[in-house]
């Protein structure tokens, strides 16, 4: 199970390594974190893991000089659960949105947490770089590729993705994508829905046994 805590702390130098060398005191392990803020003080969002008493944890961080604050708070997979990915041309990108947004609300309702990502973008290395950065996204679960062109590096970027366990969905256009990704929808308010379906608990989709299918 994993625990977050909201930590504000001293901008200086040695603040983090003090946060991390308490935490490792503890035996506990680091799953993520990031940074927000600048000047003179900033947070830290922190998941951790393997936590025996989060109560001594916090309380020896409070006893820090450079931490201000701390809290525990719920992990942003509690509140936003697995990210769908959509990557693409604007016009494709709201059409797909749509699908996805409706389609993980009905599952929401019944007790999941899906959320949706979307960026519009237009050039080869754009898209590319986009879609590498995928598989450095937390909680990132599918990505849907939305336009009417793509391949080269896009294509190589899928490939690198796919490797690291992201599934891709791809609308039915020009270029190489389509062959390379894991489902081709030409429907985008289509492509939404089922990108959603198979990362659902709640729903009964596979697309393992969909994959190279085209509808």
Known sequence: MKNALWVE???????????????????????YIEEIGEGKAVHLYLEVEEVKDLNKLISDLRKLEV?????????????YGKRVIVVGGGAQVA???????????????RGEKISVDTIPLVGEKEIAEAVRAVARLPRAAILILAGSLMGGEITKAVREIQSAGIKVVSLNMAGSVPAAADLVVSDPIQAGVMAVMSIANTAKFDIEKQKGRRY
């Open 9 to 31: 702390l001293k901008n200086i130098v040695g603040a983090l390594k003090a946060i991390s060398s308490t935490i490792a005191d503890h035996k506990i392990n680091i799953s």
């Open 95 to 109: 059409e797909v949105a749509k699908g996805a947004i409706s389609e993980a609300d009905r599952h929401n309702i």
């Open 67 to 79: 931490v201000l604050s701390i809290e525990p708070i719920p992990t942003f997979q509690q509140i």
